[in-house]
Each structure stands twice: as C-alpha cells, then as structure tokens.
C-alpha cells in the first residue's frame, strides 16, 4: 500500500492528492505537517532531509518534492495525464517547472505578505507579469500543456486559485478565468486544492 505523508491543507500534499484522485490510486494517509503531525523526528528526517510535505513511500522507494511525487506517482501506470511521447512530456514538464520555479514563489510571497498586512506590493509585478502570460496563452489553449488536464495543471492549479482570491484580480485575464473556472468543475480539484491555502 502507498503511504502519503502530507497535510489536506499544504497545497504541495494537495497536488498530490488529487492526482492520486484522478489515477485511482489508494492510498494510506500518515497526517503530517504543521498542526498535523512532526516532520522533524529521524524517522521522518531520514525520509526527506528537509523535513517537508509531501513525502511518498511506495515498499522501499521514498520520494520527496511534490514534483517529483507526481512524475513517480504518473510513471508508475500508463496515463495521459503525463504523457510517454518524449514532446509532449517534455511540454508537461515546462510548464510543471515553470509553475514551481517562476510562479508559485512569487504568488505564495504576495499571498503571505498580503495576510500579514504589509502595503509594499515587492512581488505583485511579478505575479502580474506571469498571470498575463498565462492569460494569453490561454487564449488559444484548453489547458496548460494542450487539450487536456496534465501534471501541469495540477501542478500550477494552487497558485492560479490564490490568484483570484486577490482583490486584483477583478476583470482583467478573462482567459485565465476561465480556464480557473474549467478546473473548477473537476471535483478532485473542488476537494483538494480549494482549500488548501497553507
Ligand atoms: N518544494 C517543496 C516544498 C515543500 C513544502 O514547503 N511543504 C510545506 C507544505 S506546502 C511544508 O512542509 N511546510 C512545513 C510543515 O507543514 O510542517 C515541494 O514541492 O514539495
């Protein structure tokens, strides 16, 4: 049986989860995290170093990085959701690091400073830089990597949900809303990234 160490409200553990959602997969899951449960005993350290959610154990084999988790989780049965033709993976994986490296930092920083009351925006042009480049490509695209829902979705569905939580976020980038929208309507998305926020 798979082990997911993860927390329902970290939005990392959250990608994760829905994949595990969309693929069918069960699952046995060890709360863990903030509020959750410890991530610093050596039980759990010698899993992942860093001491962070979300962590997979499948018999012998333990990944870490919800990146990573998700190519593991994808590669272990044939699925369209990350394709086998090298291509139209490597457009997946793009657009996955693209999400983690260039978007996510940005937007969590804006969304923290943001809840902590601070009026200094260092992050939003940022933030707004890369909504419009979505917001366009969005234009002629259904979803992130092509027709249909990909790791990249779920890869950069959390930071594409904290966007529209902002105040600024109003009429502008109709095309990005509605492809907001689209993944709204996938109900492992509805149970797992809606409220993951942390
Ligand atoms: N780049 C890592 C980030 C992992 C991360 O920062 N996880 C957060 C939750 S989203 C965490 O473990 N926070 C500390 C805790 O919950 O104890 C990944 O994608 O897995």
């Given at each position: ?110 969304r ?47 930071s594409?949900h904290r ?36």
């Amino acid at each position: 049986m798979l082990t997911v160490f993860g927390r329902c409200n970290s939005s990392n553990s959250a990608k994760v989860f829905w994949l595990l959602d969309e693929l069918g997969q069960d699952y046995r899951l060890v709360p863990t995290g903030r509020g959750f449960g410890p991530t610093d005993t050596p039980e759990f350290l010698a899993m992942n170093p860093f001491g962070k959610v979300p962590v997979v154990r499948d018999g012998d084999t333990v990944v870490w990085e919800s990146n990573a988790v998700l190519r593991y989780l994808a590669g272990r049965q044939p699925t369209l959701l990350w394709p086998q033709e090298t291509g139209a993976r490597s457009r997946v994986d793009g657009w996955m690091d693209w999400a983690s490296i260039s978007f996510t930092p940005v937007m969590t920083r804006l969304r923290k400073a943001r809840a902590a009351g601070k009026t200094e925006d260092a992050d939003l042009p940022a933030v707004k830089a890369a909504v419009a480049a979505l917001d366009s490509w969005l234009a002629d695209h259904r979803f992130l990597a092509g027709d249909q829902l990909s790791l990249a979705d779920i890869t950069a569905a959390p930071s594409v949900h904290r966007w529209f939580l902002l105040p600024e976020s109003g009429a502008e980038f109709p095309h990005l809303r509605a492809y907001a929208q689209r993944l709204g309507t996938n109900p492992h998305y509805q149970r797992h990234i809606r409220d993951a926020l942390s």
